[in-house]
Nanobody, 121 residues
Framework: QVQLVESGGGLVEPGGSVRLSCAASGNIHSLNVMGWFRQVPGHQRELVAT???????QYADFVKGWFVITRDNAKNTVYLKMRRLNSDDTALYYC???????????????WGQGTQVTVSS
């Protein structure tokens, strides 16, 4: 059973920073993509950032250089450092893991339980 466990969320002052962590365990294909999505009640879940096994990244436009995704392949862990946070960043942040079995066109996706980030003074 693949599991993703997030940590690091909490209450943050506007303009502050937080680092989220996500540790994956289970039978995980090494050639994968890990990353972060976020969701606000009443809105669709949206991509924040992803990184594949070789270090190729994808960021949402709203990141604007203030968020950085990193990963430690040896630990099966992905991180998200978020700086200059504002109230619009308040959301439930979900860790994401994906790989494909190309010959069968199979996509395997897994999600963490989510960690809440609340930006408020």
């Amino acid at each position: 059973q693949v599991q993703l466990v997030e940590s690091g969320g909490g209450l943050v002052e506007p303009g502050g920073s937080v680092r989220l962590s996500c540790a994956a365990s289970g039978n995980i294909h090494s050639l994968n993509v890990m990353g972060w999505f976020r969701q606000v009640p009443g809105h669709q879940r949206e991509l924040v950032a992803t990184m594949n096994i070789t270090g190729t990244t994808q960021y949402a436009d709203f990141v604007k250089g203030w968020f950085v995704i990193t990963r430690d392949n040896a630990k099966n862990t992905v991180y998200l450092k978020m700086r200059r946070l504002n109230s619009d960043d308040t959301a439930l942040y979900y860790c994401y893991l994906m790989w494909t079995t190309a010959w069968a066109d199979i996509r395997s996706e897994y999600w963490g339980q989510g960690t809440q980030v609340t930006v408020s003074s």
